[in-house]
């Protein structure tokens, strides 16, 4: 018996249809081991001595490898073929050899580019030994993952309430975004003008000129600057005689676009699918572990991770002759194309992303494929048989003309490109993420000295418009262009950056959010040599070149931490103070933007005397009055909060009240009305904006609306109690009696129907009770010194940990999946030290720790670890009694409810005060954002 090792299950169940009886595959599910999320995982006064921990839920899956080897003759790791998988292969078998489950076993490695029958059978008459230098290659990166996450995040959390955690590769991500958004903020618009001419030919024939020179000097894109100079030229344009000076026609070729790559598959399936770059990735690793077609599963696409480009022979035959079947023999080429990578590591540079097998034309898969996997797998089939297609053939014609007006002699110049023979273009042409068409039109026939007639003149004004922000696509290839990462990792480097709320993703654009900008400043103040493009990008080059056997992992690790950690250190010994003054000095022109009036920017509107200043709150930073707490001013860092704060938007038409937008501790909202418009312990209605909404972009029709929720769609048919449809902190949602169904759409909420609600009502109650409401016996953590068992639980307002009649909530800071025991004993007290709760809770004593710093304290750096766990997985937030370092303790449990969302404000009607000016000012650091 032969026992394989894959990594997936769905994989597994492909492979074994093709091994025959006398193999096993069993799949690991992934990765089996992991760095511990503890102090000393890595140590880097041992030589980098890692310690890795055996996944919970890898165990069970090891222990049933191990018992399939007895007996059997030989082991296969067939994981996949890259770093990654190489690394997967290693761990299992260094399990293995703990657990003393090989005896006498044949161990071999073993890779495939495709899940096809022909290159399973193939790669399993050629093993190998598991390569030693991409195993290196991995456990540097691993390593320096966690190293940069442990150390750097714990000093983000003492010296930057509120910052969640900054990664390795990530941070460099976010400060492209960030760097954008600085541009554009800083952008000056200059006014310039265009005169373009309408000519015709003597046949009668219009085409377009544009001005590009005057008396024998060029005239650039921004030279005519005023409408004074570009009306001078239009009048002499009136009055001027034009004929044609030379006619260039010259032949050009485009040639097809190589195969695609990881990350180039992401940026076309983005510009033409919409797809997210995570999204695309969920969706080729389907088509590539196999979908089922005619009753067999077989894997649709060659491996999703690749830098390659080049494509097997075989590929290029079967490619060729579809493109003459489908076209004809003008568009095949008369030798096949070959493509060489730009990856700078060949080692990794495995072959290009594209169909198992060319015949399988996309009209033919749809019926078997669902939407998304269709039109993904169309465009990688398109793609790879373009590749192979005859060039195409252009003709670009540029023709010259001089306007004489009396004296004066101007140039006009007209451009056209006219396609003789299609090509590739037949099929495929490469999108661009402007979407715009970089084509010039046809031009008429024209010969040198033919004179010509004005038809029209257009003059324009024009203004030059600041960069574009990012786009998914146009940051993955940004990314890449630098060496910043692997294409495998950009993917889930923008999940992450936008799950952490240091991005948001607007209109298919990247916006570089607060919490964010914040991180990004403080890490260019103080660690600038780290989110620099280039030392990033050298790294990534080390790291290849460790995968290449040519430098030792160790070295590479020695080096950087030596000048890391002194950066560290050096931090450390700065006050919060002192850091939030250098971020507000960085931050000026975005927090602070020049008055209409001339005044001085940071003068508090309020109390008028007070100077604006950064601050921070365990929620994040935000804008404070200097003359705190007698002015309690606050507001979102952003520089045109104002500007979406406090503006009417109009009138109720039923009411006749003001409906305004407004600033407030949990962020922006809408109200109907003011105080003085209500009676005596009523309080105005208010509603919350939803998430991804811009209070900008706010109009009358749409507070409207949401003030009008919740809403009754109708009674059940069943019960006769009312369907009600709203907005809560999950979203929208449509309510019967106490059972909540998530709506897909946002707007759906607004006139969903009755019918509908009540099928979706149905399907929610068959699914049974949310554990979110339900009761949830929850995840046991250990025991507390005086309280007993303490367990992380679900409830109705989000998660909490519990122990002897004490519920804690968790902040929104913590990761409650990755909660450590110490972080929920420390919630817990604090919880019972403000009366909450039955337990008398004994005090537990601090671990000796330098001074200043208590157990609980101590506890960020253990969650750090988790930070590390990979450059792009979320990292773990400080524990609550950290926070209170540089914040106001509430005095009441009302601070803990005052996390509730501005759509549960919304609910209720009104959203309570602060009961202090300190908690007021508090509140509206995290949640104003």
């Known amino acids: 018996m032969n026992i394989v090792i894959v990594e997936s299950p769905a994989k597994a169940k492909t492979i074994n249809k093709y091994l025959g009886s006398s193999y096993e595959v069993l799949a690991s599910f992934g990765h089996v081991r992991d760095l511990p999320a503890k102090n000393g995982s890595v140590d ?87 390569d030693g230098a991409l195993v290196d290659a991995y456990m540097a990166r691993r390593a320096l993952d966690y190293l940069v996450g442990f150390t750097l995040s714990p000093v983000l959390w003492r010296k930057l309430p509120g910052a969640r955690s900054a990664g390795r590769v990530q941070s460099v991500a976010l400060r492209l975004v960030c760097d954008r958004e600085m541009e554009i903020e800083k952008f000056v618009a200059r006014e310039y003008w265009s005169l373009v001419a309408t000519l015709l030919t003597p046949r009668g024939e219009a085409f377009e000129a544009r001005l590009v020179g005057a008396d024998g000097k060029k005239i650039q894109r921004l030279d005519i600057g005023s409408g004074a100079e570009a009306e001078e030229f239009k009048k002499a344009l009136e009055t001027a005689g034009y004929t044609v000076t030379t006619v260039d026609a010259k032949p050009a070729r485009r040639n097809p676009q190589a195969p695609f790559t990881t990350s180039t598959l992401q940026q076309e399936a983005s510009r033409k699918l919409g797809f997210a770059p995570a999204h695309t990735m969920r969706i080729a690793q389907r088509l590539y572990e196999g979908i089922d077609i005619g009753g067999e599963t077989t894997g649709l696409i060659t491996y999703m991770r690749t830098d390659g480009v080049q494509i097997a022979n075989e590929a290029i ?363 005596e312990g009523e309080k105005p209605r208010r509603a919350g904006i939803p998430k991804g909404t811009s209070p900008a972009d706010v109009e009358l029709e749409l507070a409207l609306k949401l003030l009008s929720l919740p809403r009754e769609i109708g009674k059940h048919p069943e019960t006769g109690q009312p369907i009600t449809a709203g907005i809560g902190r999950f979203g929208p949602f449509v309510r019967h009696d106490k059972t909540y169904a998530s709506l897909e759409a946002g707007d759906e909420v607004f006139d969903i129907g009755l019918n509908r609600a009540v099928t979706l009502i149905a399907e929610k109650a068959a699914k049974g009770p949310s554990r979110r409401f339900g009761s949830d016996p929850g995840k046991a953590l250990g025991d507390h010194p005086s309280l007993g068992a303490v367990a992380l639980k679900n409830g109705r307002y989000g998660a ?19 909660l450590t025991l110490e972080q929920a004993i420390a919630l817990i007290d604090e919880r019972a030290a403000k009366g909450g709760g039955k337990g008398k809770v004994a005090k537990t004593k601090p671990e000796k720790t330098k001074p200043g710093k208590t157990k609980a304290a101590k506890t960020k750096s253990a969650k750090a670890s988790k930070a590390a766990a990979s450059d792009e997985a979320d990292a773990a937030k400080p524990p609550k009694k950290a926070a209170k370092k540089t914040t106001a303790k509430p005095k009441s449990d009302a601070a803990s409810k005052a996390r509730a969302p501005v759509a549960k404000a919304a609910k209720t009607s009104a959203a309570k005060p602060a009961a202090t000016p300190k908690t007021e000012a508090k509140k509206s650091a995290g949640k104003a954002r």
């Open 44 to 130: 880097p006064e041992d030589n980098f001595k890692m310690i890795w921990e055996v996944d919970a839920k890898a165990a069970g899956r090891l222990n049933d490898i191990a018992k399939s080897l007895k007996g059997a003759d030989r082991l296969i790791l067939a994981t996949d073929p890259d770093r990654e998988g190489e690394a997967i292969s290693w761990h299992v078998l260094e399990v293995l050899k703990e657990k003393r489950a090989l005896k006498d076993q044949k161990i071999e490695r073993v890779v495939f580019n495709a899940i096809t029958k022909q290159a399973i059978t193939d790669a399993m008459k050629s093993p190998r030994q598991i």
């Open 317 to 679: 035959t079967q490619a060729r002759k579809v493109v003459g079947e489908d076209y004809g023999n003008a568009y095949v080429p008369d030798a096949p194309r070959q493509y060489q990578t730009r990856a700078k590591n060949a080692q990794e540079a495995h072959e290009a992303i594209r169909p198992t097998d060319m015949t399988r034309r996309p009209d033919a898969m749809r019926r078997k494929l669902d939407n998304d996997q269709a039109r993904l797998y169309e465009l990688i089939w398109k793609r790879t048989i373009a590749s192979q297609m005859e060039s195409a053939e252009l003709e670009r014609t540029t023709v010259d003309i001089t306007a004489k007006a009396g004296s004066r002699m101007l140039e006009l110049r007209a451009t056209g490109q006219v396609i003789k023979f299609d090509g590739f273009l037949a099929l495929y042409q490469e999108g661009h993420d402007d979407d715009g068409d970089e084509e010039d039109g046809r031009l008429p026939a024209m010969s040198q000295g033919e004179n010509l007639k004005r038809k029209d003149l257009a003059v324009t004004q024009h203004f030059t418009e600041p960069p574009p922000r990012f786009s998914e696509a146009s940051l993955v290839k940004r990314m890449e262009e630098l060496g910043i990462g692997r294409p495998s990792t950009y993917a889930s480097i923008l999940q992450v950056l936008k799950d952490r709320g240091y991005v948001r993703l607007e209109k298919k654009r990247l916006y570089g959010d607060d919490k964010g900008r914040v991180v990004i400043a403080f890490l260019e103040n103080f660690f600038r040599r780290y989110v620099e493009y280039d030392f990033t990008a050298d790294l990534e080059e080390q790291l290849d070149r460790i995968s290449n056997n040519e430098i030792s992992w160790q070295q590479v690790l020695k080096d950087f931490w030596r000048d890391f950690i002194g950066a560290v250190d050096d931090i450390k010994e700065l006050r919060v103070a002192e850091v939030l003054s250098a971020l507000d000095e960085m931050l000026g022109p975005h927090i602070y933007p020049p008055r209409a009036d001339g005044g001085d920017p940071r003068q508090c509107p309020t109390c008028g005397n007070g100077k604006l200043h950064l601050k921070a709150g365990k929620f994040g930073a935000f804008v404070g009055c200097s003359n705190y707490p007698e002015c309690r001013y606050t507001r979102p860092l952003a520089a045109d909060s104002e500007a979406s704060a406090d503006r009417v938007l109009g009138q109720d038409p039923d009411s006749g009240l003001d409906v305004t937008v407004k600033a407030g501790r949990f962020g922006p909202y809408i109200q109907l009305g003011e105080q003085k418009d209500y009676a």
């Open 800 to 818: 909490y940990v519990t122990a002897g009649g004490v519920n804690a909530t968790i902040p929104a800071e913590f990761e409650k999946d990755s």
